[in-house]
């Protein structure tokens, strides 16, 4: 039989960063074999552009430039002596840095069905100097609140004390309703459909029902 040399890419070095194929990762070990230092780095420099060139759609990216830069040093394991535009030479342990945990709000479960706006509402009304003013917005935030809690609990009866005691704990005390306002939801403006779209639908399931059959 005769033997042609084939060499199998089992029997090759594993491609560290596969999306750029083996010959770039060649190209990367042979940058590392050359000594000199501006030779080496306009080579290198070279090979960043052709590395971007396999993905066009994001030339005018500097993120994408960096991502390039820092797979170059992957790919090198880290020992390649070339300075990326930057500045900054890429490590290791750059590599490994776990992003920052994510920050969630606090909201208090017990009050959650009113939601984040009354709560905001809340401290509006805390930092407002007129009293008048203040307790006027504040009969406004208690209407919400309580449709708010009929709609999310339609079978629970609720009455203007619980409110009332929801406002005071919810601002720790520095809110407070008197004792024989009346909380009414109609103080809350809800937009209406205007009169042509009422009477456009209405002519529309007009027409629908009163159509005849053929």
Known sequence: ???????YNSQKDLLIISEYGRNVQNLIYHAKSIENQEERQHFVETLIDLMQQMNPS???????R????????????YEINVI???GVVP???SSHVSPSNLVYPHVQRKFRHYGMNVKEMLKKAESMEDQEMQ???LMVIASYMKLAYRTWNREHFVSDDIIKADIKTM???KLQLPDDATIDISDIPIKKRSRSHQNGYSRGKGRKGSRKRR
Do not use: C, V
Request: net charge negative.
């Open 58 to 64: 994001n030339k005018n990216s500097i993120e994408y």
């Open 135 to 137: 307790q006027e917005f």
């Open 1 to 7: 039989m005769t033997n042609h040399n084939m060499e």
């Open 171 to 173: 601002s720790n005390g």
């Open 84 to 86: 990326p535009p930057s």
């Open 91 to 93: 490590t290791p342990e």
């Open 66 to 77: 960096e991502k390039l830069w820092r797979h170059l040093f992957r790919i090198a394991d």
